[in-house]
């Protein structure tokens, strides 16, 4: 069993920066890539970045691409999410992802929440103008 504990949330004005984690406990073996999503209210669960656990490989979509970056320090297990130049539109709860794939997915599909099957809580990310 593998859990997903996110932090790192709050509230920030335009133009500021907020660093995610996500802590993964349990068994690597079971997942290959991890992400981060959003979901503001009345909308729909986006992907935000994704990336290899054990290589460089990483994906953005366009909305972030240059502002977050993803890493991961494989020694504590735990994902983080640099954002920077934040907007009021990047406000939404933050959810952490882990899922295994096979072959070389698609960024579309690691950005795509059904590819997932390990989530955790999320952390709430509120940006004022």
């Known amino acids: 069993q593998v859990y997903l504990v996110e932090s790192g949330g709050g509230s920030v004005q335009a133009g500021g920066s907020l660093k995610l984690s996500c802590i993964a406990s349990g068994s690597t073996k079971n997942y290959n890539y991890m992400g981060w999503f959003r979901q503001a209210p009345g909308k729909g669960r986006e992907g935000v970045a994704a990336r290899f656990t054990d290589a460089i490989r990483t994906g953005y979509s366009d909305s972030v691409k240059g502002r977050f970056a993803i890493s991961r320090d494989r020694a504590m297990n735990t994902l983080y999410l640099q954002m920077d130049s934040l907007k009021p539109e990047d406000s939404a709860m933050y959810y952490c992802?882990?899922?295994?794939?096979?072959?070389?997915?698609?960024?579309?599909?690691?950005?795509?929440?059904?590819?997932?099957?390990?989530w955790g809580q999320g952390t709430q990310v509120t940006v004022s103008a």
């Open positions: 992802a882990a899922g295994l794939f096979r072959g070389w997915p698609s960024l579309e599909t690691l950005l795509t929440p059904a590819s997932y099957s390990i």
